[in-house]
């Protein structure tokens, strides 16, 4: 879900667009998922 960030907030552009660029800064520094291994087949 890399990009993704929830907007709990409601109001005007100038309040939530610098809160908003600081939250898509923090997702996009995070390391990718690790992929998970296979489950065996029974």
Same mark, same amino acid.
Do not use: H
């Given at each position: 879900? $890399?990009?993704?960030?929830? &907007?709990?907030?409601?109001?005007?552009?100038?309040?939530?667009? /610098? $809160?908003?660029?600081?939250? &898509?800064?923090?997702?996009?520094?995070?390391?990718?998922?690790? /992929?998970?291994?296979?489950?065996?087949?029974?």
């Amino acid at each position: 879900m $890399g990009g993704y960030v929830g &907007l709990p907030v409601q109001g005007p552009a100038e309040v939530i667009e /610098p $809160g908003l660029a600081r939250a &898509l800064a923090y997702v996009a520094g995070l390391p990718p998922k690790a /992929p998970k291994s296979p489950k065996p087949k029974k």
